[in-house]
């Protein structure tokens, strides 16, 4: 009996580096696949190229008996695949009906559209899924869980047999979890067959019947959930990279310089820690895990709803990025295009722009005081330009990197937070970040590092805290951190029911 869905070889590359090389999926009717590797090992990319948001370069798909070729979006929705993404695609100003139906419209002779009938349609759907929304409700006014249901609800009026869930329970809790757990099994016993992406090993062992794991675009194992572990499919998905060279180094600790007790946030909740003068911890978790919110919330980027935070023994309050900046905090950002480049200004300009957002009162600017500096900071940071003039777009990422770090050692900051600092970076420029980070450290600035590579963390973090759906899970020693450990705690596998 041939699969639902037979993916065979499939490659892309993207500015000719290959993200997918080769790789094999399938599936079968009534199944609820997880599809498991970590950031970047090419799940979306290939979910991407089944739904036809993007085309593959090599390999061949079909799916019920058929081959599925060239492949676009209305093509991919009318073969019966759906793709609820983790990033709802809801209209909120529209009803619930009007979202079910779009584009789908139900009118009359004279193109009247036909409202009492499409909301009792809808009606009917739900509860024949066991779901209590009402169809006239305007979709802003529904909850997370009951969005998602809704997602659900449109792909099986589309008439779809497989339903992709992109991380389907990041902002659900327990019940709401159970509740949709309850509607996929019911689902599934009907035929409709779901591939599950998801980091959270527990509820991948409660409700997938089979796994895929990809890892750096390459196809690893499937098999049977029943027969393997958490921890053998954590292997799996990290393997056994590792940077060569180690560069982290043992420092001396000074007094406390950034203390939190209780501290909470959107999208984070109660964290308590201490961190010291010179010290570097490295701070991680999988995407929508809160540790990128929490590092912006410290920065005064998002106000806190909880808690203190205190600097230097003096406490600060959040929500204002300028209070965080007096206060000698700064941040490098994980969207380094989006949130540090200001393209139509120079390095100098770039270099210089925070630190006379801090004393706008002390005009005019004296560029040959701002050119001294910067001299002495390209020195510091062996920062590759010609002269200070350059546009900033003219560098390569690293050396843009490096200029952000200028900018912000240039307003004397001594709490430095830095997401995903190497993002985007080559092998060698992201070995002068490692050094830049540690020799700081090493003059007593107080290092956050985020990032999703925990070899990063190898290299120059004291401790890590690893946050889980918005809380720290645990924090590791410098010579526990390693992937498997942390990919453990990331994804919780060590409280799944299967854990050794």
């Not at 993007?54 to 019920?64: H, K, Q, T």
């Not at 066991?130 to 006014?141: N, R, T, W, Y």
């Not at 869930?165 to 099994?185: C, G, Q, S, V, Y």
């Not at 998905?237 to 310089?257: C, D, K, S």
């Amino acid at each position: 009996m041939p699969h639902l869905l037979e993916m065979t070889g499939i490659q892309k590359a993207f500015s000719g580096v290959p993200v997918l090389k080769g790789v094999d999926f399938s599936m079968d009717s009534g199944e609820v696949h997880a599809l498991l590797g970590e950031n970047g090992a090419g799940k979306s990319t290939l979910m991407n190229i089944l739904t036809g948001v993007i085309p593959l370069d090599a390999g061949s798909v079909a799916f019920d008996g058929q081959p599925l070729e060239n492949i676009t979006i209305p093509k991919s929705e009318a073969a019966g695949i759906a793709f609820v993404h983790q990033e709802l695609n809801l209209i909120n100003d529209l009803r619930v009906y009007e979202n079910i139906f779009l584009n789908r419209e139900l009118t009359g002779r004279f193109g009247h559209l036909r409202k009492k009938e499409m909301s009792e349609q809808a009606r009917v759907l739900f509860e024949e899924l066991g779901v209590e929304i009402d169809p006239g409700a305007m979709v802003e006014k529904l909850k997370t869980s009951e969005k998602q249901l809704l997602e659900i609800a449109k792909a099986l009026f589309r008439k779809a047999k497989l339903i992709i869930l992109d991380e389907p329970t990041t902002a659900l809790n327990n019940d709401e979890i159970a509740h949709l757990f309850k509607i996929l099994r019911e689902l599934k016993a009907k035929g409709t067959s779901f591939i599950f992406i998801s980091h959270k090993m527990p509820e991948i062992f409660e409700i997938a019947d089979r796994y895929t794991v990809l890892r750096n675009g390459t196809f690893i194992q499937t098999g049977n959930i029943s027969e393997i572990t958490p921890k053998e499919i954590t292997k799996l998905m990290v393997g056994g990279e590792f940077f060569g060279e180690n560069h982290y180094q043992i420092r001396e600790l000074g007094e406390p310089a950034l203390e939190l007790h209780g501290f909470s946030g959107s999208g984070f909740s109660d964290v308590s820690l201490t961190v010291r003068r010179g010290e570097i911890l490295g701070v991680t978790g999988l995407q929508g895990s809160g540790s990128s919110e929490f590092m912006r919330c410290v920065f005064g980027d998002t106000a806190s709803t909880g808690g203190t935070l205190k600097i230097n023994g003096a406490e600060v309050k959040t929500g204002s990025i300028h209070r965080a900046m007096q206060a000698k905090a700064a941040m490098l950002p994980a969207d380094r295009k989006e949130n540090s480049v200001v393209p139509d200004m120079t390095l100098l300009e770039n270099m210089y722009l925070s630190e006379h957002t801090l004393s706008a009162w002390n005009f005019p600017i004296h560029v040959a005081k701002e050119q001294a500096k910067y001299e002495a900071l390209k020195e510091t940071l062996d920062i590759k330009a010609a002269n200070p003039d350059l546009l900033i777009t003219s560098l390569s990422g690293g050396n843009q990197q490096k200029v952000f770090l200028a900018r912000w050692l240039n307003t004397d900051a001594e709490i430095l937070l830095l997401d995903n600092p190497t993002q985007g970076i080559d092998v060698g420029a992201k070995t002068e970040i490692y050094r830049l980070i540690l020799q700081l450290a090493k003059e007593g600035k107080t290092i956050l590092v985020n990032t999703l590579e925990i070899p990063e963390l190898q290299q120059v973090a004291d401790r890590c805290a690893i946050f889980y759906e918005g809380r720290i899970i645990k924090i590791l020693p410098h010579d526990e951190i390693e992937e498997h450990t942390v990919m453990l705690y990331s994804t919780n596998a060590v409280n799944a029911k299967e854990a050794g």
